[in-house]
């Protein structure tokens, strides 16, 4: 059966990562116990989610300059303007699946869960976490 426990969160920069992994191991905690593979999702176009280092405050601010470093001043048809939000989030992506034992997070000593805002500052991002038991 698939089950799933949502969360929201609020960012403040166009660009901004956020460890999310203690909300992620909340909702996870509050879905199972068991051993498994979670999907976590962000149901938006313009944001993502990924795996990196949780240890070092300078890596998030390092890594939001290198993506707005990735991505040239180009013209985008979009009318909305940030077409190179949508660009990032489909390069990062926007779910991710990863194991976890006894209703924790199988992670490395220095990884964290990323989420990844690409146009914000947003006051209500959704973050799903889905578990198939």
């Known amino acids: ?34 051993d498994g593979i979670a999907t976590i999702v962000v149901p938006h176009t313009t944001c993502a989610i990924s795996v990196n280092e949780n240890a070092d405050p ?37 779910s991710l699946s990863w194991p976890y034992r006894a209703g924790k997070l199988i992670l490395g000593t220095w990884q964290g869960i990323y989420f990844v805002e690409l146009d914000g500052p947003r006051s209500a991002r959704k973050v799903a976490v889905y578990v198939n038991e």
């Open 58 to 94: 300078d890596v998030p601010a390092d890594l939001t300059n290198a993506l707005r470093a990735l991505v040239p001043k180009v013209r985008f048809e979009h009318g909305e303007g940030n077409s190179d939000a949508h660009f990032l989030s489909l390069l990062i992506g926007c």
């Open 1 to 34: 059966m698939l089950r799933e426990q949502t969360f929201s969160l609020r960012t403040t920069a166009r660009e901004q990562i956020l460890i999310i992994t203690a909300e992620v191991e909340k909702a996870l905690g509050s879905l199972t116990g068991g």
